[in-house]
């Protein structure tokens, strides 16, 4: 069996009901109004349940920025020309993007992934390189790649779990990506599960005009027609009209979820990958969690279609992990307030309700 | 000239334009689609005109939480006992309570202040001890507390933060409350400045039931007909219907804005209190940050009053400090975005649009 089979197999629901429990009933007894810390207690027993433990240490926190290029720029889908997709590369391993500056905040490490970049890196350059091709196919001419490659990508992104792992515990994963062009399989992804209009889905990446973005759509659409993709079988979306490192995004999600680590995705494109993971793994959503709502309009038909919530809404539309990093805060903070806010017991404030 | 009308006429607009326009100016260069970072960047810009400094640095991080009891609480508006206010003052100084678990996450100090418990602190308690009165008297049978009592609790507040800044430099200040009944008074102001129905601005507070929310609203008409507030009077709302921390929560937001120190207030309390400061002062918005949006139904309305949009909505509705203190942390990382994320130049991207 592949190893993408294998590790789909190994994801199990290994939550720990008597830890959530056990939490929520601390929740409901710590010296506040019950619930009164709202979708932080939520996330904050979730996260518990995961660990096996109400007092969650979230250490090492990691943040993987899949990178590749998209031979649908050629259709001027976005501002931005590929180049930029390496040279970003260059940026996240010097510490110098917005990815970074946020991570560094949220105290979590990030590290680049090459899966299909159409640049050659020097192979000493510390980013994982899996690159599966250089750059994907034009989708309006022909499938962005084959089955086996977009097999191979979502592979890849396993491997980057596995090999994080095997260096060091990892207590939480957060997914980023790069890719100048990619809202466009992005938005194309969830119009395929969805069957909705590309119209109702598609946005302005980077910054595209309304004559842009009519174009973008009607990429979008050809794409769509041309390979009809079925969404039944979530590597043939993946290999006609989706994108390289989305693929290592969804390896990322299953990856993470087999080895029962929590996983934050990022924007529209991380959460493309996570669709592709939790449509072929549903199981994998139990370790999911959805950071922020993109200003990309697409990004909020695949949180219903996860039925995952986001944090917050700042308005993002960048990309990298930065809404992972942002929200990587904010469970590690979830992990405190279930730990440490006493109970009404442990305060000795005893007479209320 | 008294305490506070000195300082509301010191309060100048001391944004540094310049500072602003440089930091409008960065953010469109750094290495990013221009505005991709959402509010976060408008905050950045906000935060370096206060300073007038590109590298602002929030090293000191101060949240004070004023607490007062409240007459109207005899009327069953509340699910706790008017004693839950000094056994809390008691689990702030502990560390024990959220907004401490939340602070030390965040890297901020808490200090509880007494503005109107009834209950009489040891003088040696590391607290404020601004005790303007034992509680406010029941508004729907007398005015909440005499005039000269209103005036003397946002003075109080004045000299809290007075006295912070007489011991170490203050970066940020973030507002915070605690007192049994609370929601009902800030209910109350909110409905006498916006002459709104009290339904449309009334919420359940700790978690009460359809029928003490009924009792509740029934209980601030008849202290809003009993009095009639003068709306264009901020004193005699405060007076009439407020209450004692709500002012020295008013008196922060004045005494910071006065420092130029940026100040954020939390829930429906605490925004009460900056209400009554911003009509008093209305200057004092400029340094005015909202955190979070509360489950608190009137907290839209002066949200809306104030002209600011809350930062995150994570369904709080707990106040102490809690929701401030969450964006006491995305505040700091908006500085880093500023000043650390690259330009195309500095990272040598030259090539794009």
Redesign the interface.
């Known amino acids: 069996m592949s190893l993408l089979n294998n590790t789909i197999e190994s994801i199990k629901d290994s939550l720990n009901e008597n830890v959530f429990e056990a939490a929520i009933e601390r929740l409901a007894n710590?010296?506040?109004?019950?619930?009164?810390?709202?979708?932080?207690e939520d996330i904050s027993a979730r996260l518990a349940a995961i660990k096996g433990n109400i007092d969650v240490q979230l250490t090492n926190k990691q943040i993987v920025t899949c990178a590749g290029d998209h031979g649908v720029v050629q259709e001027g889908v976005s501002?931005?020309?590929s180049?930029?997709t390496p040279?970003?590369v260059?940026?996240f391993v010097?510490n110098?993007?917005?990815v970074n500056?946020?991570a560094?905040?949220a105290g979590a490490m990030v590290t680049a992934a090459d899966l299909g970049v159409n640049h050659d890196f020097d192979k000493n350059l510390p980013i994982f390189h899996k690159k599966v091709r250089h750059g994907t196919a034009n989708f309006t001419k022909e499938p962005a790649m084959t089955r086996q490659e977009a097999i191979r990508s979502i592979e890849a992104g396993i491997e980057i779990v596995e090999e994080l792992c095997a260096k060091q515990e990892v207590d939480i994963l957060g997914t980023g990506d790069m890719g100048i062009g990619n809202t466009t399989p992005s938005s194309a992804i969830i119009a395929a599960f969805s069957g909705f209009k590309v119209e109702k889905l598609t946005g302005r990446?980077?910054?595209i005009d309304d004559t842009a973005l009519k174009n973008k759509i009607k990429v979008i659409e050809k794409g769509l027609e041309l390979h009809n993709p079925d969404p039944n079988d979530p590597i043939d979306v993946l290999s006609k009209v989706g994108g390289l490192e989305i693929g290592g995004l969804a390896g990322l999600v299953i990856g993470a979820a087999a080895k029962g680590i929590p996983v934050i995705c990022d924007g529209l494109i991380s959460t493309a990958g996570a669709l592709i993971a939790c449509e072929l793994a549903p199981e994998a959503k139990k370790y999911l969690f959805a950071s922020h709502k993109s200003?990309e309009i697409g990004h909020t038909y695949m949180h219903e279609r996860l039925g995952l919530d986001p944090?917050?809404?700042?308005?993002?539309?960048?990309g990298?992990g930065?809404g992972a990093a942002?929200c990587m805060?904010?469970l590690?903070?979830a992990t405190?307030?279930l730990a440490?806010?006493?109970t009404f017991e442990?305060?000795?404030?005893t007479?209320?309700?």
Chains 1, 2 share one sequence.
């Open positions: 710590q010296a506040k109004p019950a619930g009164s810390l709202g979708i932080m501002l931005f020309p180049d930029v040279q970003m260059y940026n010097n110098g993007a917005s500056v946020i560094r905040h990446g980077t910054g200003v944090l917050i809404d700042l308005k993002f539309r960048l990298e930065t942002v805060e904010l590690d903070l405190r307030i440490d806010i006493k442990e305060v000795g404030i007479d209320v309700q």
